[in-house]
């Protein structure tokens, strides 16, 4: 018979990857939030279950639908470790006493921020779907859109800012990938923000 797992744990192809000691963290802990009574887990429980979609990932074992789980761990552990080092070093030179109560929270957001910042689009979709409209096009996908829309965005977005200044500095930092041409406006893009 199947143990009964809490939910995020209930995914069939996760079962080879759930340990015992696993299982113990997901016993709910009981704490006061002021005078309220409340229930959560062992905070050691979040990094081990990014560590569990990692794994998964790395053997093959992850449906698609949750490949997005699998990115979202990576960029937490990566954010962890960070603030984890951060702390270390504060307890060891003494600085903990002179952190701000919610330091550690605010660096752990601004580290996880940074590593989102690749995997942001640019535009989202809805703007495409406007364009979509606009052009009178069925819904395209971001693997399929016409080579037209980023001449669009080239004439409407970049080449209006400061006077064309921004479409020349994005057009000499164009480059190719995989033999293919990027468009000015993504390739460009990821390079200024590299320098900024």
């Known amino acids: 018979m199947r143990p009964n797992y809490p939910p995020f744990l209930a995914a069939k192809n996760l079962e080879p990857y759930i340990t015992q000691e696993l299982i113990a963290l997901t016993k709910l802990i009981e704490y006061k939030d002021g005078n309220a009574k409340k229930s959560g887990y062992d905070a050691t429980l979040l990094p081990e279950m990014c560590k569990i979609y990692l794994t998964a990932r790395r053997k093959g074992d992850l449906k698609s639908s949750q490949e997005k789980l699998a990115m979202q761990s990576e960029l937490l552990l990566s954010a962890l470790a960070k603030v984890g080092i951060a702390a270390l070093i504060d307890e060891a030179t003494g600085f903990q006493i002179n952190r701000k109560h919610d330091a550690l929270r605010l660096l752990l957001a601004k580290y996880i921020e940074e590593s989102l910042q690749k995997w942001i689009r640019i535009f989202p979709d809805s703007f495409f779907a406007e364009l979509d409209r606009l052009y009178g096009n069925k819904p395209t996908t971001s693997t ?14 970049y080449e209006p800012i400061e006077h064309g200044y ?5 057009d000499t930092l164009n480059i190719k990938e995989d033999g293919k041409r990027v468009p000015d406006f993504i390739n460009g893009y990821r390079k200024m923000a590299e320098i900024s």
């Not at 037209?148 to 409407?156: A, D, E, L, T, V």
């Not at 921004?166 to 994005?170: C, D, G, P, R, S």
């Open 144 to 157: 399929a859109r016409p080579q037209y829309y980023g001449k669009f965005i080239n004439r409407y977005i």
């Open 166 to 170: 921004v479409k020349k500095e994005l």
